[in-house]
């Protein structure tokens, strides 16, 4: 089902846990499958330079956490907040149809923190799902 780039992520996934004193916070949940996660980004001279994640998720969850926390060290506020839930599935070489709205999530929370970051409000859509109906 998951090609070899998810299932590498999935095993190994980068950045686990929760950054101390974070400088945004972003947490998104869906409580119909138990999907929640949480973001925390620190922030240095406007660019993110430590990103970690938590998820109770499916191994696509996981996988696309793990992904979007590494594609956006190093980046600027400005860049990070261009990364969609495509680009990180594209960045792992594709996520299953009925996955994409686990990869959703991960991108989801990263906008929420980067949006708490900034002091501003960041409005999940509802688009848990979709992809399957």
């Not at 916070?25 to 938590?54: A, H, L, R, S, Y």
């Not at 499916?58 to 506020?77: L, P, R």
């Not at 859509?125 to 109906?133: K, L, V």
Request: charge should be negative; include cysteine.
């Amino acid at each position: 089902m998951y090609n070899e780039k998810v299932m590498e992520h999935f095993q190994n996934p980068r950045n686990v846990g929760e950054i101390e004193n974070p400088d945004g916070v972003g947490e998104v949940g869906n409580p119909t499958c138990g999907d929640i996660m949480k973001i925390t980004i620190k922030v240095e001279d406007g660019k993110i330079v430590d990103c970690k994640f938590k998820t109770f998720g499916c191994g696509a969850a996981v996988a696309t956490s793990s992904m979007v926390t590494e594609m956006v060290k190093g980046k600027t506020i400005e860049e990070a907040k261009k990364i969609t839930n495509k680009m990180v599935a594209e960045e792992l070489g594709g996520l299953p149809p009925v996955k994409m709205h686990c990869s959703n999530l991960a991108a989801d929370a990263l906008q929420k923190a980067i949006a708490d970051y900034l002091g501003e409000k960041y409005e999940v859509e509802d688009h848990h799902h979709e992809s399957e109906e």
